[in-house]
C-alpha cells in the first residue's frame, strides 16, 4: 500500500487529522514517561524528594552548601538493585538477584520452547498425515473441544492439581503445564505446514529418510523464520510474568516476581547511603527488568511485527 | 510385483502411524491430564469442602451439596458483590466499549501509512514488549510524583480520585490494544476494492466505515464475544496496582477471586476458598453460554456478510 501524505485530500480530513494527533500525543506521552522513569532511576533519593519531575540540579542549603552535586549516579542505583533486590520464597527466605536471574533464563527459554514446539508438533501431524492415517483426526477433536467448549478450570482447581501431580513448587516439573500441544500457536502453525509442500517429503522417502527425519531435517527448517518469532514472542511474554511463580512457583521467583515485590515494598531498611524503598531504586528495577526485552524487540522488531498477521505468520 | 508394492505400501502406512503415535501419545496424555481431569477436578471442588482434620477435600453431605453455589449467588445479591460486578462492568466497558472503537481508528490510520506510521506502530506495540507489570508501575511512580509535585496526596487511595487515575490508565493502554490483530486482518482487505472507493473520491472516514469495518467484522464479532461475561472475570489492573490492598470501591469480582485463591479473604484460608472458587467460576461459565449465544445473535442480525 502507497504511503498516504498530508499533502493529498483524503490525508487531511477531520478524521484522520484527529485520530493521527490522538495517536501523536499517545506517543509523546508514553515515551515522556518511560523517558521520565528513565531519567529519575539515575537520580538520587535527595534530588527526587527536592525536584520529582525535572533533571537533576545542585541542592545548597541556606549556607550555601551544596547537599547534593546535582549529577546522575545511574551506576550506583543499578548496581544497589543487583546487590539488594530480593524476593520471598515460600519459607520467608530471601532469594537475591542472581538465583531469580537464572529462574527467569530457565522459566523464560525452557517453558517458551516447549510452548511453541508442542504446538507444532501436533498441528504437522494434523496438516500432513490426517488423510492417510485417519485416526489423528482426533487432533482436530480436541482442538475444537478446546476452543469451543466453554470450560476452564478454575485457578484453585490448577493448584489443586499441581499440588495432586508434584508439579507445584517445582519449576522443573511445572513444564508439563505447558507442553499443551493444542493450543497457542496450533493455527498458526498448521496454516504454514499446510503451506508447505509434501513433494520435499516424498522425495526423500524415495532416499530412503525415516519421518522423524523428514520433520527434523526437511520441514522444520523451512518454518525456522516463524519458529523464532514465535519463540521471541513467548520469551517476552514469559519474561515479564510475574503471576504464574507467584502463585505456582513460590520457591523459584522470577525477576519480574522481584521487581513486583520490591516495588510493593514499603519499609525495607536501608544499606549503602541508599533506601530501596526510594522511587528512584525502584524504578531501576523496573528498567533491569524490561531491558532485556526491549532490546530483543528492537533487535527483531522488524521481522516481529512484518511477519504476524491475523490469519497466521508470513514464512 | 503388485503384492511387493502392496507390502510397500503397508510397511510405510505402519511406520506412518508408528510415528504418529509416537509424537501424539504425549501431547494426548497431557490434554487428558492438564484440561479434561483439570476440568472434572474443577467441577468436583465445586461440590466439596476442605477438611482440616483429614487435610483432603471431601464431597459435600447431600443436605449441604449445592451450599458454593449458594454462597456465590448471596454474594451476588450483597451489595458488596453488587459493587464488584458494577466495577467489573465499568472497567470492561472502557476497554471494549471506549477503546475498542479507537484501537480500530488507530490501526486504521497506521494502515492507511500516514506519516510517522512505522514509529507510531513500534511505539505503540512497545507496552506489550515492555509488560502490563512494568507500564503499571511506571505509571503509578509518575501519577504519585505529578501529583505530590501539585500538592496531593494518596492520589491512589483516596477515593475521590483512585477511579479517575485507574480508569485514565485502562483508557491510555487500552488505546493501542490488539494492533498487530487489528493490524494484520485489515491488511487482508483486497486492495482493488480500496483502489475502486479511491476512484470514486470516497474519504477515509467512508472507507473505514463502509470497507474496512464490514470485511474485518468476524474479527471484531470475536473480540466482542466476550462483551458482557467480562463482568464477573474482569480484574482490571487492580491486583498490580495495589497487590493485595485495593481499595474496597475499586474491587472487581475477579480481583476478589483471585485473592480468595491466592491468600483468602473475608477471614477464611485460601483451601477454604476453592470450594466457592470452583462453583463461581462453574456457575459464571454455565451463564457465559446464553450470553455469549445471545451476543453472536446480536452480531450476527448485523454482519454485513461481506465475504473476500
Redesign the interface.
Known amino acids: 500500500?502507497?504511503?498516504?501524505?498530508?499533502k493529498s485530500k483524503?490525508?487531511r480530513?477531520?478524521?484522520?487529522i484527529t485520530?493521527?494527533t490522538?495517536?501523536?500525543t499517545?506517543?509523546v506521552?508514553?515515551?515522556y514517561?518511560?523517558a521520565?522513569?528513565l531519567m529519575?532511576s539515575g537520580k538520587s533519593d535527595m534530588q527526587?524528594t527536592y525536584n520529582?519531575?525535572g533533571f537533576p540540579k545542585p541542592i545548597t542549603n541556606k549556607w550555601g552548601v551544596v547537599r547534593d552535586p546535582g549529577k546522575f549516579q545511574f551506576l550506583e542505583n543499578y548496581a544497589f538493585v543487583f546487590e539488594s533486590m530480593t524476593a520471598p520464597d515460600s519459607h520467608g527466605a530471601r532469594v537475591s538477584f542472581f538465583p531469580m536471574l537464572l529462574n527467569t533464563l530457565y522459566y523464560t527459554l525452557a517453558y517458551g520452547l516447549v510452548a511453541v514446539v508442542?504446538p507444532m508438533?501436533?498441528s504437522?501431524?494434523y496438516a500432513k498425515?490426517s488423510k492417510?492415517?485417519r485416526?489423528?483426526k482426533?487432533?482436530w477433536v480436541?482442538m475444537l473441544?478446546?476452543m469451543y467448549v466453554?470450560?476452564?478450570?478454575?485457578?484453585?482447581?490448577?493448584?489443586?492439581?499441581a499440588m495432586?501431580?508434584g508439579t507445584y513448587n517445582n519449576i522443573f516439573t511445572f513444564i508439563?503445564?505447558y507442553?499443551?500441544?493444542?493450543g497457542g500457536c496450533f493455527l498458526i502453525y498448521y496454516a504454514i505446514w499446510k503451506g508447505l509442500s509434501w513433494d520435499y517429503a516424498e522425495a526423500a522417502?524415495i532416499d530412503g529418510a525415516?519421518?522423524?527425519t523428514i520433520l527434523f531435517r526437511i520441514m522444520f527448517p523451512m518454518t525456522l523464520t516463524v519458529f523464532w518469532v514465535l519463540y521471541i514472542t513467548q520469551i517476552?511474554a514469559l519474561?515479564?510474568?510475574?503471576?504464574t511463580p507467584?502463585?505456582y512457583l513460590r520457591d523459584y521467583p522470577t525477576l519480574?516476581y522481584g521487581?513486583?515485590v520490591f516495588?510493593?515494598t514499603v519499609n525495607a531498611a536501608g544499606a549503602n547511603g541508599l533506601d530501596p524503598t526510594s522511587?528512584t531504586i525502584?524504578?531501576a528495577a523496573?528498567f533491569i527488568?524490561?531491558t532485556p526485552?526491549?532490546t530483543l524487540?528492537m533487535i527483531f522488531?522488524d521481522k516481529m511485527?512484518g511477519s504476524?498477521?491475523?490469519?497466521g505468520l508470513k514464512g | 510385483m503388485k503384492r511387493t508394492k502392496l507390502k510397500g505400501l503397508q510397511t510405510?502406512?505402519k511406520?506412518?502411524?508408528i510415528?504418529?503415535f509416537c509424537?501424539?501419545i504425549?501431547?494426548?496424555i497431557?490434554?487428558g491430564?492438564?484440561?479434561l481431569?483439570?476440568?472434572l477436578?474443577?467441577i468436583r471442588?465445586a461440590f466439596s469442602y476442605f477438611n482440616t482434620s483429614v487435610d483432603e477435600?471431601l464431597l459435600l453431605p447431600a443436605n449441604r451439596f449445592f451450599e458454593n453455589f449458594a454462597d456465590f449467588f448471596s454474594l451476588l445479591i450483597t451489595p458488596r458483590g453488587g459493587e464488584f460486578l458494577l466495577n467489573g462492568a465499568y472497567f470492561h466497558l472502557i476497554t471494549s466499549v471506549v477503546c475498542l472503537p479507537?484501537s480500530y481508528?488507530?490501526a486504521?490510520?497506521?494502515?492507511?501509512?500516514?506519516?510517522?506510521?512505522g514509529?507510531?506502530?513500534?511505539?505503540?506495540?512497545?507496552?506489550?514488549?515492555?509488560?502490563?507489570?512494568?507500564v503499571i508501575?511506571?505509571?503509578r511512580?509518575?501519577i504519585?510524583?505529578?501529583a505530590?509535585?501539585n500538592g496531593f496526596r494518596g492520589i491512589f487511595t483516596d477515593p475521590s480520585t483512585s477511579r479517575w487515575i485507574v480508569s485514565l490508565y485502562v483508557l491510555?493502554t487500552g488505546?493501542?490494544s490488539g494492533l498487530?490483530?487489528n493490524?494484520?486482518?485489515m491488511?487482508?482487505v483486497p486492495?482493488e476494492l480500496?483502489e475502486y472507493g479511491?476512484l470514486e473520491g470516497i474519504?477515509?472516514?467512508k472507507e473505514?466505515v463502509l470497507i474496512t469495518v464490514p470485511m474485518i467484522f468476524p474479527?471484531l464479532q470475536v473480540q466482542c464475544l466476550g462483551l458482557f461475561t467480562g463482568f464477573f472475570t474482569t480484574q482490571g489492573p487492580l491486583?498490580?496496582f495495589y497487590?493485595r490492598n485495593a481499595p474496597d470501591e475499586l474491587q472487581t469480582f475477579g480481583y476478589y477471586?483471585?485473592m480468595a485463591?491466592?491468600e483468602g479473604v473475608d477471614g477464611m484460608s485460601k483451601q477454604d476458598?476453592?470450594?466457592f472458587?470452583?462453583a463461581?467460576?462453574?456457575s459464571i461459565?454455565?451463564m457465559?453460554?446464553p450470553i455469549?449465544q445471545g451476543t453472536k445473535w446480536l452480531f450476527d442480525k448485523f454482519d454485513p456478510g461481506a465475504e473476500f
Not at chain 1, 179 to 182: A, Q
Not at chain 2, 121 to 131: G, H, T
Open positions: 500500500m502507497e504511503k498516504l501524505s498530508f483524503r490525508a480530513s477531520i478524521f484522520a485520530v493521527w490522538l495517536i501523536l499517545w506517543c506521552l508514553f515515551l514517561v518511560l521520565w522513569g529519575t527526587f520529582k519531575l508442542s508438533l501436533c504437522y501431524i498425515y492417510r492415517v485416526w489423528t482426533l487432533v480436541i473441544v478446546n466453554p470450560l476452564s478450570a478454575s485457578l484453585a482447581a490448577s493448584i489443586n492439581l495432586q501431580l508439563w503445564t507442553c499443551g500441544g493444542f522417502i525415516n519421518h522423524f517476552i519474561w515479564s510474568d510475574y503471576q507467584m502463585v519480574a521487581v513486583f516495588n510493593s522511587v525502584k524504578l523496573l527488568v524490561a526485552m526491549f524487540f522488531k511485527m504476524l498477521t491475523m490469519g | 510405510q502406512a511406520q506412518e502411524n510415528f504418529c509424537i501424539l504425549f501431547f494426548f497431557q490434554w491430564i492438564f484440561w481431569y483439570a476440568n477436578n474443577s471442588l477435600y479507537i481508528m488507530v486504521f490510520i497506521i494502515y492507511k501509512k500516514l506519516p510517522f506510521s514509529i507510531f506502530k513500534v511505539v505503540l506495540y512497545l507496552p506489550a514488549i515492555l509488560s502490563g507489570m512494568v508501575l511506571l505509571y511512580h509518575y504519585t510524583a505529578l505530590t509535585e491510555f488505546i493501542p498487530l490483530v493490524l494484520g486482518s491488511s487482508r486492495s480500496i479511491e474519504s477515509l472516514w473505514f474479527v491486583f498490580t497487590n477471586m483471585f485463591v491466592y476458598m476453592y470450594g472458587t470452583s463461581a467460576n462453574l461459565g454455565l457465559s453460554i455469549v
